[in-house]
């Protein structure tokens, strides 16, 4: 066996200027480009809004709901938004927040002498609106949407507790993707 034909396989080398002018194009576009952090603590300039940083988020309150998870949503959102700061005293805008939610059975035994779900899922989805206080214009809106499983035991109170966990737990990241959301629209203003 031999070895193949160097010329026939291999290309004339590219020019160094052509290569040259790639890489100053490649370091020119790249330049253009602009990248800023969604938490950013940078001033913002003279005039400009205020944007997503820790001080745009802790001057939305959020209006009172009716449901105990929407409760735990809203105290965890509220929480996320203010540093644990609890409602700002002068917000400069509201947040409407509809939670509803949905339990549904994941899984049933295939048992002669049982038909009972062992495991099931809690969905919380909540629709929000953002509006600037002082002209009422909406700034933002949105659903949201989290599904946490649980177990479903034999014992009615352990089943009962369970349910409350999964409720809790996407109550938890209900907010915290709710906190996401107003971020991004804050930084649109």
Not at 141 to 156: A, C, E, V, Y
Request: include cysteine; hydrophobic fraction near 40%.
């Amino acid at each position: 066996m031999s070895l193949p034909d160097q010329t026939r396989n291999s290309r004339p080398p590219l020019p160094r200027s052509l290569l040259a002018i790639g890489v100053l194009l490649a370091v020119a576009t790249a330049s253009a480009c602009t990248v800023r952090p969604l938490y950013s603590v940078a001033p913002t300039p003279e005039g400009a809004a205020i944007g997503a940083t820790s001080a745009g988020l802790s001057t939305v309150a959020v209006k009172p709901v009716q449901t105990r998870y929407a409760q735990q949503v809203r105290n965890k959102l509220i929480f996320g938004l203010n540093g644990g700061a609890g409602q700002p005293a002068t917000p400069l805008y509201s947040l409407d927040l509809d939670v509803t939610q949905r339990k549904a059975a994941a899984a049933v035994v295939q048992r002669p002498t049982e038909d009972e779900p062992t495991a099931g899922t809690m969905t919380l989805t909540s629709n929000y609106v953002l509006r600037e206080i002082a002209t009422g214009r909406v700034v933002g809106l949105g659903k949201r949407s989290i599904t946490s499983s649980f177990d479903i035991p034999r014992q009615s109170f352990a089943a009962l507790r369970a349910e409350r966990d999964a409720e809790d737990r996407a109550a938890r990241e209900l907010a915290e993707v709710l906190r996401l959301a107003i971020a991004q629209d804050l930084t649109r203003i």
